[in-house]
């Protein structure tokens, strides 16, 4: 089962669970209940922390819950935050973190790097949770539209669509997806 956020980022292929780590868990404990896939797929977007490029695609099947706070020792949490999970389809081990907010403090995004943390994107850090809860293997597969600093959000809008279009083109490639699947980008609202 291929899975998106949605709201921005909805294609016709995937299934939309919500944005940000509450919505994208709720949905994904629904599907899991009362239709639950051998395999998940999550698609979409991520913030790079500096190890990648604009536009480069960044597979993974590891997931942090790590908050700035955290990395300035403001913090601390008794819960487990890190998450590696097994899959049978990708091999790149960068850690995706994942947050309700969106870094844009360029000095301190870098200190991610130092845990082999590449990228953030909102929800991964819910799905493997959820996946590792009902023993479902999983994988992201997420392309940079930006990087974590103060333009994050301008650059993440600016890129968005030819970001998207290189993600669809991506999976065509690895055949997880085939061209009679896809509805151009934009064209199909939101179910709920």
Known sequence: MILCAGRNEIFNFATPIGVGLIESAINTTRICLFDKPE???FVGSAGS???????DIVESSSASNIELSFLENNSYTP????????NKIIHDMTTVNSS????????????????NIGIENMEFFSL???????NIPIAGIFVVTNYTNQNAHQDF??????AIDKLITYLEGKKLLIKSQIVPHGTQKETK
């Open 39 to 41: 395999y998940i797929i």
């Open 49 to 55: 922390y500096g190890k990648y490029n604009m536009f």
């Open 79 to 86: 819960l487990d935050n890190v998450i590696k999970t097994q």
């Open 100 to 115: 309700n907010y969106i870094t844009t403090n360029n000095e301190l995004s870098k200190e991610f790097e130092q845990y």
């Open 128 to 134: 493997c949770s959820v996946a590792k809860e009902f």
């Open 157 to 162: 809008l600016n890129n968005h669509k030819e």
